[in-house]
């Protein structure tokens, strides 16, 4: 699977859009883009996923470039209960394993 | 409420004894997943089981066992703890299909001393 790159952290208005940028250069075709975040002492949490097109849920966006080497998640009205840790994972859809790798993410502080 | 239920939450274990961390979903996920997570190393996956019967070594198995008796439960079984299995250790489930997103449970804080 490919590696992803994040800055460490991030900090956010509460209210305003969060924005976290994630880097996956060497991204294969086959491979989608998937973030999920960790809200301290909790389980991580699945947000969004995609493959080439933009995506959009009831959490979030996700902005994928053309090229696929980069994508931002969008929140669009961050709240102070969306401090967490955001982790942008790739994986290849023939995975046998379902494995996730989970790099350092991106520690989100949504301050009032 | 729907979803993964990790038991116990938190378990100080003396080395050398014998810890199942239990967990179940009500989701009739088919795939279930084992992952222990360290400061600095991320969450690891131990092992996996991509359907009842069936089960798969993930990164970091040793030492650790599991059994798919059926949809819902996949225990995991430490036979003889030690210290270096100090970790909190998440369940998750999906629907197969590698596309599909993993759920998590809560954890489990487990300390061997």
Not at chain 1, 43 to 49: D, E, L, M, R, V
Not at chain 1, 70 to 98: F, K, Q, W
Request: with cysteine; glycine share 8%.
């Amino acid at each position: 699977d490919a590696k992803t790159t994040q800055p460490p952290s991030m900090d956010c208005a509460e209210g305003r859009a969060a924005n976290l940028p994630c880097n996956h250069s060497t991204i294969s075709g086959n491979e989608y883009v998937y973030w999920y975040r960790q809200i301290h002492s909790q389980g991580p949490q699945y947000i969004i996923h995609g493959l080439k097109n933009n995506e959009t849920n009831e959490m979030a966006s996700l902005i994928i470039t053309e090229d696929r080497k980069s994508s931002t998640l969008i929140l669009p009205h961050a709240t102070l209960r969306d401090t967490a840790v955001y982790y942008c994972i790739v994986r290849v859809e023939a995975s046998n394993t379902g494995k996730l790798i989970f790099g350092q993410g991106t520690t989100l502080q949504v301050k009032p | 409420i729907a979803g993964i239920t990790q038991a116990p939450t938190s378990q100080i274990l003396a080395a050398g004894r014998r810890m199942t961390l239990r967990c179940t979903q009500d989701m009739r996920h088919n795939a279930m997943y084992w992952y222990r997570q360290d400061l600095g190393l991320g969450l690891r996956l131990i092992h996996y089981s991509n359907t009842a019967g069936t089960t798969g070594k993930g990164e970091v198995p040793d030492g650790y066992s599991v059994s798919r008796a059926n949809t819902d439960d996949f225990p995991l079984t430490l036979a003889s703890a030690v210290p270096s299995q100090t970790s909190v250790y998440f369940c998750a489930s999906s629907v197969t299909g590698n596309t599909q997103p993993q759920h998590f449970g809560d954890g489990t804080r487990l300390s061997i001393l």
